[in-house]
């Protein structure tokens, strides 16, 4: 895991970039949600020993990232720290699985390290469209566009409470960690006991808050529901973005574009 | 352990939105009915802290690695069943699209895994009834101690089986569970320890704070059509799923009839009582060793059937092309610096 510092930074820096102003950016965030949606789908459903069928995929990053001025370094770096799970289960796909499938000439490809490739390429598509939804669609917006799209108004308050005092309780158990870390002499963080005293005290004072901010907001006419100020209108722009791109996904799922355009070029070659 | 969507297939992930989706419906309905106001900026606040406390590591120490708080039990302490599982999905959907943390179509499996069982099953079923209604320190640390370890157990559970049910990893049920079950036993340990201490200690400081919990609910108060209508759905889970990949291997009796007697079954009689019923039998049984038809049950990646990349040089050279073509446009569409 992280470090706390290093990880609201990150997290600060994505929710900075969600404020630009490009045409994407502009766009009313259901669309940009339920193409996301449609995108990993597309992916997931995909056969265990596809890998060349997932490679048109990556035009929807590659675009998106462009037109919303996405930095790709970061979100690649990004997308690279949390493959290790999918990497830890995946590798024994060559080891289980050591039938042949593919031949090229005398060397032999397993359908192991066909699955394994797979689950890779699979994790950095899937990874990579989430953090570009929130990228170029924000936070708050998201929250906004579930809440019209079905889900429950309690749902919603929470999501948007808990990204308002995120920042503010990590810096505070940022401050309370380096505290103990200064005291503990370089050893890494004194055990169980030290920890939880610490999480203790953290929690009561985040309960003392609580109490603080429920009261606050009582003052200002608080009644148990959030209405949003903003609407955007889910217009033609909105939909055809969401046809478009949703088209084209089916497409690259029914078709293997990879093996068309390869067939295409060696046939011209040839 | 967060699920990853590449090792999820849409059949399995789809059903676990469902039972999530259900799940928080049914946790904001009863929130609402409540009408605690106090409760929203209570839940976002212990959200953040939660997700502060989880990025605090500690050692732990026979191992020399670190570990940190899960805190689904915990927050179900502090906040009773709907409000904490509210809070942890509202926890892992900010990790998910933040952090990556477990992908979007992941996060149905991931906030069943790590809330629904903390919540609903390891809070009420176990942490309660060992607590009682007086709690004391060790009563407390035991009772936490039992639920997280259980609690973490079955969420590792279910990991396994959502992985193994989409097909997409090649690794085999027992392998991943020998795996993943003592692994997720050591995490449920220390995550006791660590629970019950910050239970104490809140208990020992504001102890108004668990007893409005406590008497929210007196356990009496669950309707058994509701557990009953759990414990059937998760039969007929595990009947439907898990004896998909049930062995064929001989099970241990028969095993050893066929190393003793060097056949399969032991030969029947063919007359008398013995033979009667045994006709019967087979005319009664519709489901005669356990399947429907001759056909099996097979995953289609069956090894050895023909492959759809026959034409490998060509599936190579066009999927280099599309990446090319991908990438490039991506170079193509990003504007220039723009002058202010």
């Given amino acids: 895991m992280a470090s706390i510092g290093g990880a609201v930074k990150d997290f600060r820096q994505l929710d900075l970039l969600a404020t630009g102003d490009t045409g994407v950016h502009r766009l009313d965030a259901r669309a940009k949600v339920l193409v996301t949606l449609v995108f990993i789908l597309a992916v997931v459903s995909l056969g265990k020993y596809e890998l060349a069928a997932l490679f048109p995929f990556f035009l929807y990053p590659a675009v998106l990232m462009a037109l919303g001025d996405l930095p790709v370094r970061h979100i690649a770096r990004k997308v690279v720290v949390v493959l290790p799970f999918a990497l830890m289960v995946g590798m024994f796909n060559p080891v289980f699985d050591q039938t042949v499938l593919v031949r090229l000439g005398p060397l032999g490809i397993s359908g192991g390290w066909l699955s394994f490739a797979s689950i890779l390429v699979r994790a950095t598509l899937t990874v990579g469209a989430a953090l570009i939804l929130v990228g170029i669609t924000g936070f708050p917006a998201i929250c906004q566009a579930l809440d019209q799209l079905g889900m429950p108004r309690i749902f919603t308050v929470q999501l948007l409470f808990l990204y308002r005092y995120l920042f503010v309780l990590s810096e505070e158990g940022g401050r309370t960690a380096r505290a103990r870390e200064l005291r503990a002499f370089g050893k890494k963080g004194l055990g169980w006991r030290s920890y939880g005293s610490l999480v203790s005290h953290l929690l009561l004072r985040t309960w003392l808050r609580a109490e603080r901010i429920h009261l606050a907001m009582l003052a200002r006419g608080f009644a148990g529901e959030f209405h949003p100020r903003r609407t955007t209108r889910f217009g033609g722009r909105e939909f055809l973005f969401f046809a478009g791109w949703s088209g084209l996904f089916l497409f690259f799922r029914l078709v293997n574009v990879s093996q068309l355009l390869g067939t295409i070029v060696t046939g011209v070659l040839g | ?340």
Wanted: hydrophobic share 55%; net charge neutral; proline share 5%.
């Fill in chain 2, 1 to 340: 352990m967060h699920m990853a969507d590449a090792l999820l297939s849409p059949a399995v992930g789809g059903t676990m939105w469902a039972a999530s989706a259900g799940a928080i419906i049914y946790c904001s309905r009863k929130l609402r009915k409540e009408m605690d106001t106090g409760k929203a900026p209570l839940m976002g606040v212990l959200g953040a802290f939660l997700f502060a406390a989880q990025m605090i590591n500690f050692t732990i120490p026979a191992t020399g690695s670190s570990g940190h708080l899960g805190g689904g039990l915990l927050l179900a302490v502090l906040l009773g069943p709907a409000a904490a599982f509210i809070t942890i999905a509202s926890v892992l959907v900010v990790q998910a699209l933040f952090f990556a943390d477990g992908g979007l179509l992941a996060l149905g499996c991931n906030i069943f895994n790590l809330g629904f069982f903390p919540a609903f099953l390891a809070y009420p079923f176990i942490y309660k009834p060992l607590v009682g209604s007086a709690p004391s320190k060790t009563r407390i640390a035991v009772a936490a101690m039992v639920a997280a370890i259980v609690g973490l157990q079955l969420g590792a559970f279910s990991v396994v089986l959502e992985t193994v049910a989409s097909g997409i990893s090649s690794l085999p049920f027992a392998t991943f569970v020998s795996l993943m079950q003592p692994i997720h036993l050591a995490i449920g340990v220390v995550e006791g320890l660590v629970t019950g201490a910050v239970v104490s200690f809140v208990y020992q400081a504001r102890p108004e704070i668990i007893q409005s919990v406590q008497e929210a609910r007196p356990l009496g108060a669950t309707p058994s059509r509701n557990v009953l209508a759990a414990f059937l759905a998760a039969a007929l889970l595990i009947g439907g799923f898990v004896s998909w990949f049930a062995s064929e291997n001989p099970d241990g009796l028969e095993w050893a009839i066929a190393r003793v007697t060097g056949g399969e079954e032991s030969a029947e009689p063919q007359v008398g009582l013995h033979a009667r019923l045994a006709a019967l039998q087979e005319s009664v049984a519709f489901l005669p060793g356990y399947t429907f038809k001759k056909s099996e049950h097979q995953p289609e990646n069956v090894a050895g059937q023909e492959s759809p990349l026959g034409t490998s040089v060509a599936g190579i050279v066009g999927g280099l092309l599309t990446l090319a073509i991908a990438f490039l446009s991506g170079i193509l569409l990003r504007k220039k610096d723009r002058m202010a």
